[in-house]
């Protein structure tokens, strides 16, 4: 009997999710059938796809939230698509587990139905959401407690888990309660095979002698506000010879415009919004050092960012906060700024990579090497596939600890 997986994500559209992507694709080739259900998005409009042997469906979404309410909306409106096209493709394609993609952490109420066929359920841990919350609103309100119990209650009805890192690995057996074999690390490598050094363009450096690279989400946690006054601290210190080349889209994008207006840098930052992986490669590789200026919290403490080890690829020396999984990744191909004298520190270190060449090289083929070695994508395949090996072996029901204080029968 062929195994059959349906893959739901909400965060972002499929392909552009890297990550759910080559999920998918390694499913793929080891002979699973693959359905993946995500959003529509920019460059990603059409409602069905079949991409590498891979069905793909995508349903409308309003527009991205940027408060408690507008994720509220935009969650209840995901959901509601999320149900209709599951019973579409489960009578269609059929499917024995569904794996959803937080955040956020409510896609185990479309899997609680079909648990009554016999279909299993892998919770793919991609954000610790009731940290992620406090990061953007520094509070423990009624939303806060909802973030916590949807984790709980995602962890309780999966079958299996799959973690980004153990610090997340962590949470779901501390937080979730789960037995830690049935959480596998599944780690956000970059693949080696499409995601590689180009040929540097210096007319990318905007006439300036340096370039500083960021890629990521453009939203509260990821220090871009931080990475501002970094640039505007160096533009005081008379130094008018670096360029800084932000790449992504997100909420707070429009709002980062505006700033660079108000802080008058147009002539130091641009922002490129979402560009094609073939842009993204050529400013990365043209940059002489790439950052990371994710803000210290608990949320990004805990948490990997696939731009580290995509930065590491490419052999580019980072700056960035001194974070317990940041550090992880990146050992010796980053330096790391203080948590606390945060912008003077951060640019210092920045200033520092750029006037010894030396040292870049050094810590870029550090970098390249370790991704090499142990973080490409690649090395994360065997533990996804253990996972849904996991998953398939398991019985209908099986104890477990229960997160909300008893020992019972899922």
């Known amino acids: 009997m062929k195994k059959k997986v349906l ?12 990550r759910v992507w080559k999920e998918a694709c390694s499913l793929r080739k080891a002979a699973y059938e693959v359905t993946v259900l995500c959003p529509k998005g920019k460059g990603y409009e059409q409602g069905y796809e079949h991409l590498e042997g891979i069905h793909i469906y ?16 935009e969650y209840g409106c995901a959901l509601f698509w999320e149900f209709l096209y599951s019973w579409w493709i489960y009578f269609r394609r059929g499917f024995h587990v569904i794996q959803g993609c937080n955040p956020p952490d409510d896609i185990f109420l479309v899997a609680l139905f079909f648990r009554l066929f016999g279909v299993k359920y892998i919770f793919d841990h991609h954000d610790a959401n009731p940290e992620l919350y406090l990061s953007k609103y520094q509070r423990q309100d009624v939303f806060y407690k909802t973030q916590i119990w949807l984790e709980k209650l995602s962890f309780y009805f999966s079958d299996v888990v799959m973690s980004t890192n153990n610090s997340y690995k962590d949470i779901a057996v501390r937080r979730g309660g789960l037995a830690p074999e049935d959480v596998l ?21 905007h006439g300036k002698r ?13 220090g871009l506000d931080i990475l501002l006054d970094v640039a505007d601290h160096i533009k005081r210190l008379g130094r008018t010879d670096v360029h800084f080349t932000c790449v992504g889209g ?11 207006k108000d802080k008058n840098l147009s002539d130091t930052v641009n922002f490129t919004g979402r560009i094609p992986d073939d842009q993204l490669l050529d400013i990365l590789c043209t940059a002489d050092v790439c950052v990371n200026p994710d803000k210290p919290c608990e949320m990004n403490n805990i948490s990997t960012m696939i731009k580290i080890t995509e930065y590491m690829a490419l ?5 960035q906060f001194d974070l317990k999984e940041g550090r992880f990744s990146a050992q010796e191909a980053s330096l790391y700024s203080s948590n606390d004298n945060q912008v003077a520190d951060f640019a210092d270190k920045i ?15 550090f970098g390249r090497r370790r991704v090499e070695t142990e973080l490409a994508w690649e090395y994360s395949v065997d533990h996804l596939l253990t996972a849904y090996e996991r998953t ?13 204080g008893a020992t019972t029968q899922a």
């Open 58 to 73: 995508r349903y409308p979404m309003p527009k991205e939230g940027n408060s408690p309410l507008g994720y509220l909306w």
């Open 185 to 205: 690390v599944v780690r956000n490598g970059p693949d080696l095979k499409t995601f590689k050094p180009v040929p540097p363009k210096p007319d990318l450096k």
């Open 7 to 18: 893959i739901i994500v909400e965060n972002l559209p499929v392909p552009f999710d890297g």
């Open 210 to 222: 340096y370039l500083v690279g960021y890629v990521g989400t453009m939203s509260t946690q990821e």
């Open 250 to 260: 997100g909420p707070g994008l429009a709002t980062l415009r505006k700033m660079i």
């Open 351 to 365: 200033l520092w990579l750029l006037e010894h060449s030396n040292e870049r090289k050094k810590m870029g083929e």
């Open 392 to 404: 398939f072996s398991k019985k209908a029901a099986r104890g477990r600890k229960d997160t909300l």
């Open 315 to 319: 052999g580019k020396p980072i700056v």
